[in-house]
């Protein structure tokens, strides 16, 4: 049962869209080709409209969900943050990939300005056009640091990026403008993250626990993460993700010990 609620969404999309194809097919089989697209239209329409009010009441109810959580996590919350809220977010070169509509929302910003509690943000990114077009969400972690960091950008690597194999670091490198960083010293997980960093000083900063800690998630086989510092501040997410509540903690927790561990 909990497959199905979790998943109606995509059911009734996929039901719909086999029902419509089905009737289209039989009309134009019994040559009412004329008639077809009269006939499948209003099919179609109640579909639509249930889908964007089950979407209205989704947002209602996230919001609801994170003015909660705010009111017991001692933040302040905004369903519809100014440019100047969400500036620092923008200094990110990796928000231009989850965040290329330009679109945030959600903001969470701690009451107490004490550097220990992150401000979190959803960004969204539109991929592909027509038909493949698909929206993609991806919840942003930012923490301030009392100290300076070189700049650099971790991303994890997708089952196909492992495949191609090396080479597929200068591809995205190119994509993005990055450049690849290949560790010398320390055995940085490179099969399953990409590194990116102008700074030949980031193997310093890049200690051995961070590293430890990114074996442990790939070993519990937890999903892989991405970190980006621009040397005043350090973002973290699992791309392409809205956590739940309950997760928000767990991701909150999790990224909290990643900092800590390269600041001390």
């Given at each position: 049962m909990d497959f199905f609620i979790e998943n109606k969404r995509k059911l009734i999309i996929i039901y719909s869209v086999i029902a419509i194809s089905i009737s289209l097919y039989v009309l134009i089989a019994l040559n009412f080709n004329d008639l077809a697209f009269l006939i499948c239209s209003p099919l179609a329409i109640p579909i639509f409209i249930y889908l964007a009010i089950e979407d209205e009441e989704g947002r209602k109810k996230r919001i609801a969900n994170l003015t909660d959580y705010a009111a017991i996590n001692c933040f302040d919350f905004y369903a519809e943050p100014k440019e100047d809220q969400i500036f620092i977010f923008k200094e990110f070169k990796s928000t231009e990939i989850i965040g290329n509509t330009n679109k945030f929302?959600?903001?969470?910003?701690?009451?107490?300005d004490n550097h220990n509690q992150p401000s979190i943000v959803t960004a969204n990114s539109i991929h592909g056009s027509g038909d493949s077009m698909r929206?993609?969400?991806?919840?942003?972690?930012l923490y301030k640091l009392d100290i300076e960091l070189p700049k650099?950008?971790?991303?994890?690597k997708t089952r196909i990026d492992t495949l191609v194999g090396e080479n597929r670091d200068y591809v995205v490198a190119r994509e993005h403008?990055?450049?690849v960083y290949k560790f010398n010293d320390k055995k940085f997980p490179h099969n399953k993250y990409f590194f990116f960093s102008e700074d030949s000083n980031v193997e310093n900063v890049i200690n051995d626990e961070f590293i430890e800690l990114l074996n442990i998630g790939i070993k519990r086989k937890k999903a892989l993460i991405n970190i980006e510092s621009n040397g005043k501040n350090l973002i973290l997410y699992?791309?392409?993700?809205?956590?739940?509540?309950?997760?928000?903690?767990?991701?909150?927790?999790?990224?909290?010990?990643?900092?800590?561990?390269?600041i001390n």
């Open positions: 929302f959600n903001l969470l910003i701690p009451k107490n929206s993609d969400s991806t919840q942003i972690f650099f950008f971790i991303q994890r403008k990055l450049e699992k791309q392409w993700s809205r956590h739940s509540i309950e997760l928000m903690d767990f991701y909150s927790n999790l990224f909290r010990v990643l900092k800590e561990s390269l």
